[in-house]
T-cell receptor, first 108, second 113 residues
Framework: KQEVTQIPAALSVPEGENLVLNCSFT??????LQWFRQDPGKGLTSLLL?????REQTSGRLNASLDKSSGRSTLYIAASQPGDSATYLC???????FGAGTRLTVKP | DAGITQSPRHKVTETGTPVTLRCHQT?????MYWYRQDPGHGLRLIHY???????DKGEVSDGYSVSRSKTEDFLLTLESATSSQTSVYFC????????????FGPGTRLTVL
């Protein structure tokens, strides 16, 4: 059974800082890994999807990497802004197992 | 938003009553999913569908049933609601041509008293 862990559970940073969110998974035989953003009281917004054959994906200030051998993915956010404040979730594998998320606060 | 709507968006009901949540999509995607989200647990898969009348169980399917009689609608039913089913329920679809990328609906907040 795939288990997905996200550390830290919460993170607070000053505006402009670069930051990394972590996602670990136990079964490396995954088809893909997807990162989402969730604002309070809202649904999930897809940010990036990394296929198993890829090592990273980029979208604007976001970069997601995937290391299947170590069971890890990271989401790098460059030059963070208050609008980036949200909960970030990762989901791994064909059956889309989710981590509990990292709640990010970017302070002006 | 991949054309996904959920109804109702909010519902309060009493223990023991039946409840049906609806997920509607406008783009004829084959795969549809129901998740629940609870504090400390992230999202957990309840049931999913891979076509009309084709459904399967997820991680937390006990107490739930689903039906899909049309491509565009995926219904989640709680036959006899319990307080432990108080949660936020999300529907999702799988984009058929983008390497299994999922898109989510806005969610339904269900409270069982």
């Amino acid at each position: 059974k795939q288990e997905v862990t996200q550390i830290p559970a919460a993170l607070s940073v000053p505006e402009g800082e670069n930051l990394v969110l972590n996602c670990s998974f136990t079964d490396s035989a995954i088809y893909n890994l997807q990162w989402f953003r969730q604002d309070p009281g809202k649904g999930l917004t897809s940010l990036l999807l990394i296929q198993s054959s890829q090592r990273e994906q980029t979208s604007g200030r976001l970069n997601a990497s995937l290391d299947k051998s170590s069971g890890r993915s990271t989401l790098y956010i460059a030059a963070s802004q208050p609008g980036d404040s949200a909960t970030y979730l990762c989901a791994a594998g064909d059956d889309m197992r989710f981590g509990a998320g990292t709640r990010l606060t970017v302070k002006p | 938003d991949a054309g996904i709507t959920q109804s109702p968006r909010h519902k309060v009901t009493e223990t023991g009553t039946p409840v049906t949540l609806r997920c509607h999509q406008t783009e004829n995607h084959r795969y549809m999913y129901w998740y629940r989200q609870d504090p400390g647990h992230g999202l957990r898969l309840i049931h999913y569908s891979y076509g009309v009348k084709d459904t399967d169980k997820g991680e937390v399917s006990d107490g739930y049933s689903v039906s899909r009689s049309k491509t565009e609608d995926f219904l989640l039913t709680l036959e006899s609601a319990t307080s432990s089913q108080t949660s936020v329920y999300f529907c999702a679809i799988l984009m058929d041509s983008s390497y299994n990328e999922q898109f989510f609906g806005p969610g339904t907040r269900l409270t069982v008293l």
